[in-house]
């Protein structure tokens, strides 16, 4: 029996050997890959202290006011790619990395929009770009640049939403809100670890180019190596962790924006019933769930529209959520046309 006890105990040791040396030799690959992305993509833009943090900060263009770009969740500057430089030929158009996230540091917290608000209001200071801001919010950044308005309004000439998040989502109405999230969280959660171990890396899991892009292989690259990092899979855990608090039913609906001009941008293909159908069925979804998850982000858009009395709301057609990419150019003639018509705000 001891001798039985005895080579167990020796099968299992050898086991775990094995198991921490791979580990580690994932932890190496991981940090000299890294390390290598660093070297061969390194920022386009400044690197500006905020708040005791280094933030990237990439300006194009001149003029006022400026135009600031604030990217959805996970996203970082190479989001903006296919308008950054067309609407900097008219005015001066400035994107940043939040924490974590494209080449701005890591912090350890999880932070709240009025924080987002914050750090952005200081790495623009500290950049001597001086205010009014018209502010750009894709997605979750339209929360963000809400939350800028709500604490620095002084500063901001207008806002542009691009299919923004809306503060009471993830949609309380939708029924299966609460367990897309929670699958969402679990995923992300769990490539974190994966990512310090480069299996994330070497699986290609986080490649920006497993979907067709606009973006030209360059940025693609660029951009795959920014997402393989175990910086960026934390920033989205944090940022994830802040976003599920919209699920509680007592969360309060967006604030008004008063007098502030407004342009509401909302993706076609994720409203018209009839795409959105089709695209269930070819996927093999619940049609009326996700019907009915297109009437709500409608509601949402239009509910979005009315937060200011200066507002014009746009449907852009045959456009999913990443507006600036499927249809660059409307994109860009909008928000012109929007900055070029502004009033100046009372």
Same mark, same amino acid.
């Given at each position: 029996?001891?001798?039985?006890?005895?080579?167990?105990?020796?099968?299992?040791?050898?086991?775990?050997?094995?198991?921490?040396?791979?580990?580690?030799?994932?932890?190496?690959?991981?940090?000299?890959r890294t390390a290598a992305d660093q070297a061969a993509f390194p920022p386009p833009g400044r690197m500006i202290s905020a708040?005791?943090?280094?933030?990237?900060? $990439?300006?194009?263009?001149?003029?006022?006011?400026?135009?600031?770009?604030?990217?959805? *969740?996970?996203?970082?500057?190479?989001?903006?790619?296919?308008? +950054?430089?067309?609407?900097?030929?008219?005015?001066?158009?400035?994107? $940043?990395?939040?924490?974590?996230?494209?080449?701005?540091?890591?912090?350890?917290?999880?932070?709240?929009?009025?924080?987002?608000?914050? /750090?952005?209001?200081?790495?623009? +200071? /500290?950049?001597?770009?001086?205010?009014?801001?018209?502010?750009?919010?894709?997605?979750?950044?339209?929360?963000?640049?809400?939350?800028?308005?709500?604490?620095?309004?002084?500063?901001?000439?207008?806002?542009? *939403?691009?299919?923004?998040?809306?503060?009471?989502?993830?949609?309380?109405?939708?029924?299966?809100?609460?367990?897309? $999230?929670? !699958?969402?969280?679990?995923?992300?959660?769990?490539?974190?670890?994966?990512?310090?171990?480069?299996?994330?890396?070497?699986?290609?899991?986080?490649?920006?180019?497993?979907?067709?892009?606009?973006?030209?292989?360059?940025?693609?690259? #660029?951009?795959?190596?920014?997402?393989?990092?175990?910086?960026?899979? +934390?920033?989205?855990?944090?940022?994830?962790?802040?976003?599920?608090?919209?699920?509680?039913?007592?969360?309060?609906?967006?604030?008004?924006?008063?007098?502030?001009?407004?342009?509401?941008?909302?993706?076609? /293909?994720?409203?018209? *019933? #009839?795409?959105?159908?089709? !695209? #269930?069925?070819?996927?093999?979804?619940?049609? %009326?769930? %996700? !019907?009915?998850?297109?009437?709500?982000?409608?509601?949402?858009?239009?509910?979005?529209?009315?937060?200011?009395?200066?507002s014009r709301h746009i449907v852009v057609g045959n456009s999913g959520h990443f507006i600036m990419h499927d249809q660059a150019?409307?994109?860009?003639?909008?928000?012109?046309?929007?900055?070029?018509?502004?009033?100046?705000?009372?």
């Amino acid at each position: 029996m001891t001798f039985v006890l005895s080579r167990r105990l020796r099968y299992l040791s050898f086991g775990l050997a094995i198991v921490c040396l791979t580990a580690l030799m994932g932890v190496v690959y991981q940090a000299k890959r890294t390390a290598a992305d660093q070297a061969a993509f390194p920022p386009p833009g400044r690197m500006i202290s905020a708040k005791g943090v280094n933030l990237h900060l $990439y300006c194009m263009g001149s003029g006022s006011p400026t135009l600031v770009l604030e990217a959805g *969740l996970g996203e970082n500057v190479l989001s903006w790619y296919p308008v +950054h430089a067309k609407l900097a030929q008219t005015m001066r158009v400035c994107a $940043y990395d939040r924490p974590g996230l494209g080449w701005s540091d890591p912090i350890a917290a999880a932070i709240q929009p009025e924080e987002v608000a914050e /750090n952005l209001q200081a790495l623009l +200071h /500290n950049a001597g770009i001086a205010p009014p801001f018209v502010l750009v919010g894709h997605s979750r950044g339209g929360i963000y640049v809400r939350a800028f308005y709500h604490r620095f309004p002084e500063q901001t000439q207008g806002i542009v *939403l691009v299919d923004s998040t809306h503060e009471q989502g993830p949609m309380h109405q939708y029924p299966y809100a609460a367990r897309d $999230y929670r !699958k969402q969280a679990l995923q992300i959660a769990i490539a974190e670890p994966l990512s310090r171990l480069g299996v994330v890396r070497l699986l290609g899991i986080a490649d920006a180019d497993r979907r067709p892009s606009p973006l030209p292989a360059e940025i693609l690259a #660029a951009k795959t190596a920014i997402q393989n990092r175990t910086d960026t899979a +934390h920033a989205v855990v944090n940022e994830i962790a802040v976003m599920r608090q919209g699920l509680d039913p007592t969360t309060p609906p967006p604030r008004s924006l008063g007098n502030l001009p407004l342009l509401v941008l909302t993706a076609g /293909n994720l409203v018209d *019933l #009839a795409i959105v159908a089709r !695209k #269930a069925e070819g996927a093999g979804k619940d049609v %009326e769930a %996700e !019907k009915a998850l297109a009437e709500i982000q409608q509601a949402e858009q239009d509910d979005l529209a009315r937060l200011s009395r200066r507002s014009r709301h746009i449907v852009v057609g045959n456009s999913g959520h990443f507006i600036m990419h499927d249809q660059a150019d409307a994109f860009v003639t909008a928000v012109r046309e929007f900055v070029l018509d502004m009033p100046l705000v009372d």
